[in-house]
């Protein structure tokens, strides 16, 4: 069962079992005044919601500030698997050029494992 955890200003949570989702609006990510609060509220979740994989659903996000993607690469060295879905083809590039696909998991099409292993499509 999938069920919203969190809404802040600046993303959507949902959660099943291990499996965290979260779906950015986009202009909170290219706002530097948003960067502390949403750090803050990111690490904060990843810590007190039992997150395993933190998938990032980037279908509302035309440009991506490096600060997030720093922000993602802080989460994964914590230990938690991080995916990202639904790429623009310049944030593609901007990972490719920097190397953070080899860190993040980028995904080009919409199945996601859930909990369980078994594969579901990112709604």
């Not at 949403?38 to 490096?66: G, T």
Request: glycine fraction near 4%; proline fraction near 4%.
């Amino acid at each position: 069962m999938t069920r919203q955890l969190a809404e802040s200003n600046s993303f959507h949570v949902y959660k099943q079992g291990q499996l965290t989702i979260i779906g950015f609006d986009g202009k909170a990510l290219t706002d530097p005044r948003q960067e502390i609060a949403c750090r803050d509220e990111l690490l904060r979740m990843i810590d007190h919601a039992d997150c395993q994989i933190l998938a990032v659903d980037l279908m509302q996000v035309p440009v991506i500030s490096s600060w997030i993607l720093g922000i993602l690469a802080a989460i994964k060295q914590k230990g938690v698997q991080v995916e990202l879905y639904h790429p623009n083809p310049q944030m593609r590039d901007v990972l490719s050029v920097t190397r953070l696909d080899e860190l993040l998991h980028v995904r080009h099409d919409e199945v996601r494992p859930d909990a369980t292993g078994n594969s579901a499509h990112l709604a």
